[in-house]
């Protein structure tokens, strides 16, 4: 979890553009990808991010190691809306109820394809950015209230602490005799245990660094930035780059005929 | 540069008149009539038994204490140089005990400006004060970790964290240091560590120090003033004067052994104190073996996936061969991450070895198999007792007596013993109480007799006498002394030479590991 959020060790380039920026390019993507589900958009957009990876420094590995769920979940339902869209054109495979015809292939590849697109920006973003900076942009640039920003930014980093809590908590349990094994309402009940202990420590660990946070002059109204979040030409690249790949999908959809708007 | 800071600072002076404060909720004050002159820039040791309201004293100092909505309750006044604290932003700085909770940002220099950066300093000025603090409290000489400032804060070991957090605290330009227990969640080396980087700060800025802590000689030649605080209205049917604020002041050596005896039974650790404890009497010649480790290498993470792929864990140490045997103690030492403790909790049978194994011999398994990693928790608990580092982890019940019974009841067996656990480790006037309002040391106490309960023959303990009290410390140590000698075979993760040396037997040195080191044997035995 702690290494996840680290980008630690990646120079790419994108990792030297401003975060809000990236952040708005990414928005622009998937607002674009979000109004259509043909395959032919989805799939623009889809090989241009796959341009983007060594950008931002991410590799078909680690994206497989880090979104594995995300990519499995997109090819269920791209599969599952294949089998059960309502049939148009030459039918392909009919099995009784379960059929496929050309017309719910697409419809099942489109899916699967926007649903990969979508979700792949927001993967890029994570990839080449640190969270810190992040929260220097947007309460710098974005002007979003800093305590919300900055509590948010300690809370996280408590997340991780969690994640071992969790694990320390459930050796302790078992240690008093409260196992993981029995039937299916033993486990909840034991689950749910554990779930409170590492509630009431998150609540003790977060009330301590509240504390700690408050005695170092934090919640004051005037509060002054180490750090500048700082725009520059390579910002201005990475908002084109958004503009020219939201646009290419456009295009290309409306080119080929296949642009259909959600709601119709 | 070192001018700047040591020119800015200006020691504080701290005056209480017929202070008192009653937290919400609260039916008596922790401090009460408390009279009390600090003058800028002395040194001070804050002791009292525990429920003396020291701790809630340094929340007031440093402003953190309540809220105008609370219902808490002030009682006379406590100024810093004239002017209530919480109206004084950045005069006191305060470190609290646990170290993850003093770290606020992920990368150390983030960290360090943090302070600065909400009391509105100018950029360019806090970059200058977090160089220097850091260089200061000793993070960026090689020896101190040679720190860049985006090293991630969580790699840093507890000495080096509260390190940091001194250094958030000296870019404020503070004052005022306050400390709370500052070094009783770390190892010696961490608590030299630290206290040397406080005595170095004090030097050069000449900031007014209070620090509260129960280990005296660490503090002792640091300070030049102790205070002897009374318990405020721990004393039932109290509440006129003569109880509560200052029991005894002045220079530490008179203090000392003025009130040696009354320190010594309030569980002060005083100088040269060690606690009186009962003597291990028999120790067998030919003890049964119970349980055995071979080979071990061990982790707390899991095998890994990886897409498809299985990974095992880079062990933290290997090739770890141990035996615990029937009435006789194992006790386990070693620097900083060498893996004690994840040592101590593979034998226990809450973690899977990586590497090797451990296999409990018959008279231990009774019938559950050779792998204590596979018995089911209750087979466990009757067997292998583990006793955490944090007793709050273990709380699984809302009261006392549930929390005693609760091992027992699973098993169907044992209820008649927890009468005698109650009454051997003082619990018996506590039954009712939740676990979780217990002060420390009564945590300590009950997180023993809870495992204890459920009769295991082996019981192993994670650093058990980290930031107690001389008093729970000496009943602790008796405690398992008896147990031994009865039979109870102990394994105890400790820096704690002295505890050893009560408990007697064998003592297993985990050497320190070179990072690649692991691997690279492993590497070579494949």
């Not at chain 1, 973003?125 to 930014?153: E, I, Y």
Request: hydrophobic letters at 45%; proline letters at 5%.
């Amino acid at each position: 979890m702690r290494d996840a959020l680290n980008i630690r060790g990646n120079h790419a380039l994108l990792t030297k553009a401003n975060p809000l920026v990236k952040f708005v390019s990414v928005f622009l993507i998937s607002l674009v990808l979000a109004l259509s589900i043909d395959w032919v958009s989805a799939s623009t957009a889809l090989l241009a991010e796959l341009a983007l990876f060594p950008l931002a420094g991410l590799t078909l590995r680690l994206l497989w190691q880090r979104a594995w769920p995300l990519i499995i979940a997109a090819a269920f339902g791209g599969w599952s809306t294949a089998i059960v869209a309502a049939d148009s054109g030459a039918v392909l495979l009919d099995v009784g109820l379960w059929s496929i015809s050309e017309g719910s292939l697409e419809l099942g590849l489109g899916f699967m394809l926007r649903g990969l697109a979508i979700a792949l920006p927001a993967i890029l973003l994570m990839t080449c950015t640190d969270p810190t900076d992040l929260a220097d942009a947007l309460a710098q640039k974005a002007k979003l209230p800093h305590r919300f920003v900055l509590g948010s930014l300690a809370a996280m980093r408590l997340v991780g602490l969690m994640a071992e809590e969790w694990q320390t908590i459930g050796m302790a349990r078992r240690a008093r005799g409260v196992g993981s094994q029995g039937s299916p309402f033993q486990r909840l009940k034991a689950t749910l245990g554990q779930s409170f202990g590492l509630l009431v420590q998150a609540v003790r660990r977060a009330s301590r660094l509240a504390v700690t946070m408050e005695a170092r002059g934090f919640g004051g109204g005037q509060r002054t930035w180490a750090r500048e979040s700082t725009y520059s030409m390579l910002d201005v690249w990475v908002v084109l780059g958004g503009l020219v790949i939201a646009a290419a999908a456009v295009l290309t959809a409306v080119g080929a005929g296949t642009w259909s708007f959600v709601w119709r | 540069m070192s001018a700047t800071q040591s020119g800015m600072v200006r020691p504080a002076a701290i005056s209480a008149d017929g202070w008192g404060w009653r937290h919400a909720g609260r039916a008596q004050a922790a401090v009460q009539g408390l009279d009390l002159r600090i003058e800028p820039g002395e040194r001070v040791l804050l002791l009292g038994p525990s429920g003396a309201g020291k701790s809630t004293l340094l929340h007031a100092l440093a402003g953190v204490l309540g809220d105008e909505e609370d219902d808490s309750d002030e009682t006379g006044s406590l100024l810093i140089d004239g002017v209530a604290p919480r109206e004084h932003l950045g005069c006191a700085g305060l470190m609290q005990q646990d170290p993850e909770t003093q770290v606020v940002l992920s990368r150390v220099g983030d960290d360090v400006a943090f302070g600065a950066e909400n009391l509105a300093v100018p950029r360019d000025e806090i970059w200058s004060r977090v160089h220097e603090a850091l260089d200061d409290v000793g993070l960026r000489t090689a020896a101190g970790g040679g720190l860049a400032l985006d090293h991630p804060t969580a790699a840093l070991s507890g000495g080096q964290k509260q390190r940091l957090a001194l250094a958030g605290i000296l870019a404020m330009q503070p004052g005022l240091i306050l400390l709370d227990e500052p070094t009783a969640n770390l190892d010696p080396a961490g608590v030299l560590e630290v206290r040397d980087a406080v005595g170095r700060c004090l030097d050069k800025t000449g900031a007014t120090l209070v620090v509260v802590e129960h280990r005296v000689s660490v503090w002792k030649d640091l300070v030049d003033r102790i205070v002897v605080l009374q318990p405020g209205s721990a004393a039932p049917g109290t509440g006129g004067s003569g109880t509560g604020g200052v029991l005894l002041d002045g220079p530490p050596d008179q203090v000392l052994s003025e009130a040696r005896t009354m320190l010594m039974s309030a569980g002060v650790w005083v100088p040269g104190y060690v606690p009186a404890t009962r003597e291990r009497r028999n120790e067998p010649h030919t003890a049964q073996l119970l349980l055995a480790a071979q080979d071990l290498a061990v982790s707390r993470e899991k095998p890994r996936r990886k897409g498809f792929k299985t990974i095992p864990p880079v062990p933290v140490q290997t090739g770890i061969s141990a035996q615990v045997r029937a009435g006789q103690a194992l006790t386990i030492t070693g620097p900083n991450g060498a893996g004690k403790s994840t040592f101590a909790l593979t034998l226990a049978g809450l973690l899977a070895p990586v590497d090797g194994k451990v296999s409990a011999a018959v008279d231990l398994s009774k019938g559950a198999g050779i792998d204590p990693y596979k018995w089911k928790a209750e087979q466990l608990i009757s067997r292998i007792g583990t006793v955490f580092q944090e007793p709050e982890h273990q709380f699984v019940t809302g009261n006392v007596m549930d929390e005693l019974m609760f091992g027992p009841k699973h098993l169907g067996h044992g209820e008649d013993r927890v009468d005698e656990l109650l009454e051997r480790l003082r619990l018996t006037h506590l039954v009712d109480a939740n676990p979780y309002t217990l002060s420390g040391g009564e945590k300590r106490r009950l997180s023993v007799a809870t495992v204890l309960a459920a009769h295991p023959k082996v019981l192993v303990l994670d650093e058990p006498t980290f930031g107690q009290d001389a008093n729970t410390w000496a009943e602790l140590a008796s405690f398992l002394s008896e147990l031994l000698d009865a039979g109870t075979a102990v394994v105890s993760v400790t820096h704690d030479q002295e505890f050893s040396a009560v408990l007697g037997g064998t003592e297993l040195r985990l050497g320190p590991v070179q990072q690649g080191e692991a691997t690279h044997q492993e590497a070579g035995a494949a």
